[in-house]
């Protein structure tokens, strides 16, 4: 009995395993791109220069960029790649007139998309916040990156404190949903609200305003986006 126990249980986790992996194939890749592209920008030989070592990390994650948008079956994760990839050809005459040599660029671009794909996948609360959080620390180094510009540093720096409140607001949001309904996941929120819809609505619904709050200014929409 307990080795058709322990049979049943690596039948049930490979099961487990080979749908994470259909579902989140174009997640995978982008992760193991960017641990990639960033063994091959340390190793990349120093007889070149450090502007074709950038140019050569750029091609690599358009090409990237392209093939995340072959293996995607999703409307908006397809739309979040063609935006992507028209944000870096067109940032190339930006890094060209400003004579700006950094291959991270290019890096922290594909880690911003792979945490806007875990934003969509996202099924509770938990996985959302780890979507945001990987997202906007990318953002955060982006408005870092040029080190001699104090402009840079201080939008970093502010962007930094206020995505922080922001995130600050957005666990309390989620402890008084968690509070309210003791559920997390999305699935099971909406049957909560559905059956439940008179009791603890008071709570709910300051709860899902932070929350609504912190994703919308770590999205930069309106009316966060000053």
């Known amino acids: 009995t307990n ?8 039948m049930h986790y490979s099961i487990l395993i080979s ?12 992760l193991c791109s960017v641990l990639f592209l960033s063994v091959f920008a340390v190793f990349y030989p120093s007889s070149l220069s450090k502007r074709a070592r950038m140019y050569v990390v750029g091609f690599f994650s358009l090409q990237i960029l392209l093939i995340a948008l072959c293996l995607q079956g999703d409307f908006v994760k397809c739309f979040i790649v063609i935006l992507s990839i028209c944000c870096v050809l067109i940032s190339l005459d930006y890094l060209r007139d400003e004579r700006f040599v950094v291959f991270e660029y290019f890096v ?3 880690l911003v998309v792979l945490g806007l794909f875990f934003l969509v996948s996202a ?8 979507a945001l959080e990987l997202q906007s620390l990318s953002i ?23 995505g922080s409140f ?6 309390f949001g989620v402890s008084l949903v ?19 819809s008179s009791s603890s609505s008071l709570l709910l619904l300051f709860g899902f305003i932070l929350v609504c ?9 309106f009316p966060y986006h000053w």
């Open 166 to 171: 922001a995130s600050c607001l957005f666990l």
């Open 123 to 130: 099924t509770d609360f938990i996985w959302l916040y780890l």
């Open 178 to 196: 968690y509070g309210a309904s003791g559920v997390i996941g999305f699935e099971e929120l909406a049957r909560f609200t559905a059956v439940n």
């Open 140 to 162: 955060y180094v982006l408005a870092t990156i040029q080190r001699r510009s104090a402009y840079s540093s201080e939008a970093g720096l502010k962007y930094f404190i206020l």
């Open 213 to 221: 709050s912190a994703i919308f200014f770590k999205l930069g929409a």
């Open 108 to 110: 922290l671009v594909l």
């Open 19 to 30: 749908q994470l992996a259909q579902t989140m194939l174009s997640e995978l890749f982008l």
């Open 3 to 10: 080795a058709k126990r322990s049979k049943k249980r690596r």
